[in-house]
């Protein structure tokens, strides 16, 4: 079936420090890729997607890249501030579909 | 931005009642979705809802579950009678007819006793 595996966190990071959070997944055909976050007390946002392979999202400062040979869906950023202190989710939607299927979510902490 | 409204925000029941989530979703969209997160697990699709009827369910959305739009601004899940696995997140979520963004509310925090 589709699934998507992010690496496990907590992560806690100074401020200025790189992120990696690492996401892979499974799926049926060529899925469109997502990354979405979660702010305290507020609803998931799309941050950033890609809907084919090579292709690469961007926004604020994050950016993945869809690897169709690795299935990968990595969220980086070069320099994290506190304000990026969120649960991260990354999903999938299989063409034709309507729903997400999602990891499980990383929480990450930026500490000043 | 506009914004999809979850209430209540939390919600404490005790097994074999009845519990309503109720969502208002974007005023101008067609797509509504129910997901739920248990503690430390993934988001999970509930049920898609789409022209006034189910357009896809997951395997958890069984006779325990209901959806329902009966006003034309609102959007329900009824859970029939709660168990204790039923204890989660539970999130709303809307999309335009251009399927391209889907729009999250802040979610129910849903805990059976």
């Known amino acids: 079936g589709n699934s998507v595996t992010q690496m496990e966190g907590p992560v806690t990071l100074s401020e200025e420090a790189f992120l990696t959070i690492n996401c892979t997944y499974t799926?049926?055909?060529?899925?469109?890729l997502f990354w979405y976050v979660q702010y305290p007390g507020e609803g998931l946002q799309l941050l950033l997607k890609?809907?084919?392979?090579?292709d690469k999202g961007s926004n604020k400062g994050f950016e993945a890249t869809y690897r169709k040979e690795t299935t990968s869906f990595h969220l980086e950023k070069g320099s994290v501030q506190v304000s990026d202190s969120a649960v991260y989710f990354c999903?999938?939607?299989?063409?034709?579909?309507?729903?997400?299927?999602f990891g499980q979510g990383t929480r990450l902490t930026i500490n000043p | 931005e506009p914004e999809v409204t979850q209430t209540p925000s939390h919600q404490v029941t005790q097994m074999g009642q009845e519990v309503i989530l109720r969502c208002v979703p974007i005023?101008?969209?067609?797509?509504f979705y129910w997901y739920r997160q248990i503690l430390g697990q993934k988001v999970e699709f509930l049920v898609s809802?789409?022209?006034?009827?189910?357009?896809?369910k997951s395997e958890i959305f069984d006779d325990q579950f209901s959806v329902e739009r009966p006003d034309g601004s609102n959007f329900t899940l009824k859970i029939r009678s709660t168990k204790l696995e039923d204890s989660a997140m539970y999130f709303c979520?809307?999309?335009?007819?251009?399927?391209?963004?889907?729009?999250f509310g802040s979610g129910t925090q849903l805990s059976v006793l």
């Open positions: 999903a999938l939607r299989v063409q034709g579909a309507q729903k997400l299927v």
């Open positions: 799926a049926t055909g060529y899925p469109s």
């Open positions: 890609a809907t084919k392979a090579d």
């Open positions: 005023s101008n969209h067609l797509y």
């Open positions: 809802f789409y022209n006034n009827e189910i357009s896809e």
């Open positions: 979520a809307s999309m335009g007819l251009n399927n391209e963004k889907l729009f």
